[in-house]
């Protein structure tokens, strides 16, 4: 596909806003990668590309919480090796699925994925008693290989869908909980980004430069109290999504001119 000047200026800056918000609870794939629809990349495109700027960005924040401690390293080295499973998995099914299909769950699962992290509460457990380690190990496994499949496969929301399955399942510190993810879901996004460089999927110009808007993006936010984050990210994700659904209406309509 041939690259323009405006998909740079379209999907760079949305590439730092989507760090930032995915540094501080995830769910920066809702600002990424209707930024790269937008733009004009083609559905299957737009999730391998966002796969190699979102990763190193990810990579970014990651070393940050490493560096204050907000990692517990004994749970992450499950998490790790599932997730690395369900990375591989989940981006393997994803070079085999059809466009449209891929469009369709697109449309379909963005707005979901924006609403629920839009109304999600607060994710520090709250007055609850802890859980045996043996049990922790056996839901942190488990699910991280479900959204492992998941983020290999599409992406946006799993590092918030980890958070909240290690704070409310597995009862983790919520600073532990986010740090851990972080690195988890950095495995599952290195694992599926491997696959879809080695079948030459990725468009690496565009990817790289947005890579480096995210890196910004992701150290910035990684800095910011999730509470005081929370109303710029509802803002954004809303703003973005508009932004989209105006032109799926546009598109559809021109559709429709065309078949007259």
């Known amino acids: 596909m041939e690259l323009t ?48 700027s979102a990763c190193l960005g990810t990579i970014t924040a990651t070393i940050r919480y490493c560096k204050n401690n907000y990692i ?17 998995m989940g981006a393997n099914f994803a070079i085999i699925v059809d466009e449209f299909i891929f469009k369709a769950l697109l449309i ?44 290999g496969f599409y992406g946006p929301c799993s590092g918030t869908f980890l958070l909240l399955v290690y704070t409310a399942f597995a009862k983790m510190n919520i600073l532990k909980a986010e740090g851990t993810a972080k690195l988890v879901n950095m495995t599952a996004d290195i694992c599926s980004l491997a696959v879809f460089l080695f079948n030459g999927l990725v468009l690496i110009p565009l990817g790289l430069a947005a890579a480096v808007f995210s890196i910004a993006g992701n150290y910035v936010g990684a800095g910011i109290a999730m509470k005081n984050g929370n109303k710029i990210i509802r803002i954004v994700i ?23």
Not at 12 to 41: K, N, Q, T
């Open 5 to 52: 000047l405006s998909m740079f200026l379209i999907v760079c800056p949305f590439a730092f806003l989507a760090g930032f918000v995915d540094s501080i609870g995830g769910g920066g794939g809702l600002i990424s990668i209707p930024a790269y629809l937008i733009a004009g990349l083609p559905a299957h495109e737009t999730i391998y590309t966002n796969r190699l």
């Open 72 to 88: 517990d390293y004994h749970l992450a080295l499950v998490g790790v090796i599932t997730a690395a499973i369900g990375g591989l």
């Open 238 to 260: 809303l703003s973005v999504l508009g932004i989209l659904f105006i032109k799926i209406l546009f598109d559809a309509g021109g559709y429709f001119l065309r078949s007259f």
């Open 108 to 151: 379909i699962l963005l707005p979901l994925l924006a609403m629920y992290v839009l109304l999600k509460k607060d994710l520090e457990p709250k007055n609850v008693a802890p859980i045996s380690r043996i049990k922790q190990y056996i839901i942190v496994s488990i699910s991280t290989l479900f959204i492992g499949m998941y983020a």
